[in-house]
T-cell receptor, first 113, second 113 residues
Framework: NAGVMQNPRHLVRRRGQEARLRCSPM?????VYWYRQLPEEGLKFMVY????????ESGMPKERFSAEFPKEGPSILRIQQVVRGDSAAYFC???????????FGQGTRLTVV | KQEVTQIPAALSVPEGENLVLNCSFT??????LQWFRQDPGKGLTSLLL?????REQTSGRLNASLDKSSGRSTLYIAASQPGDSATYLC????????????FGKGTKLTVNP
């Protein structure tokens, strides 16, 4: 049973481009969370999804950011028109139920140049 | 609003020493508390999960305790080794709503040979 898979591991984008981050949860897990870790900061919640549903997006910036978890395929975190301040590590976590142990992926490190 | 604090922010100890990392949280309405380890540039590895009804969990040289009423948890590491050097993160899973994790900023541990 492979762990939570995130790709790419590293992503470099120029200002104004789009960034797409992918997360495949562990087999059997239907709950996906995205967190962001800014330099010298703790991990901050962004969004919580179940298959085809956004449950809580209270941590997502109102503009440029969106997330989806389709019936088939990985969860996608999309950042449009990236800016330097979007540079961070983005982590995905999955769990079989919302209240149980969370397992994290290796993260995607986004650098905006 | 739930806030999680970890003290100390950094700790340096000689190899073989027993040590305690502290975590405090402001709202006792939690499902569970989870301790993670993060190595530089890497993802999060789950160490121990304590349900709100439990007092402690043990895994090898690690022991985590939870006192929900006082909003405190400790992670005890016995006979520390250089390989234990990492950042240790504490996170509580909130009750109600999205059951998201709220993280502390971590304790950076260095074990010197």
């Amino acid at each position: 049973n492979a762990g939570v898979m995130q790709n790419p591991r590293h992503l470099v984008r120029r200002r104004g481009q789009e960034a797409r981050l992918r997360c495949s949860p562990m087999k059997g897990h239907s709950h996906v969370y995205w967190y962001r870790q800014l330099p010298e900061e703790g991990l901050k919640f962004m969004v919580y999804l179940q298959k085809e549903n956004i449950i809580d997006e209270s941590g997502m910036p109102k503009e440029r950011f969106s997330a989806e978890f389709p019936k088939e395929g990985p969860s996608i975190l999309r950042i449009q028109q990236v800016v330097r301040g979007d540079s961070a590590a983005y982590f995905c976590a999955s769990s079989p139920l919302g209240t149980t142990e969370a397992f994290f992926g290796q993260g995607t490190r986004l650098t905006v140049v | 609003k739930q806030e999680v604090t970890q003290i100390p922010a950094a700790l340096s100890v000689p190899e073989g020493e027993n040590l305690v990392l502290n975590c405090s949280f402001t709202d006792s309405a939690i499902y569970n508390l989870q301790w993670f380890r993060q190595d530089p540039g890497k993802g999060l590895t789950s160490l121990l999960l304590i349900q709100s009804s439990q007092r402690e969990q043990t895994s090898g040289r690690l022991n985590a305790s939870l006192d929900k009423s006082s909003g405190r948890s400790t992670l005890y590491i016995a006979a520390s080794q250089p390989g234990d050097s990492a950042t240790y993160l504490c996170a509580v899973r909130l009750k109600g709503g999205s059951e998201k994790l709220v993280f502390g900023k971590g304790t950076k541990l260095t074990v010197n040979p």
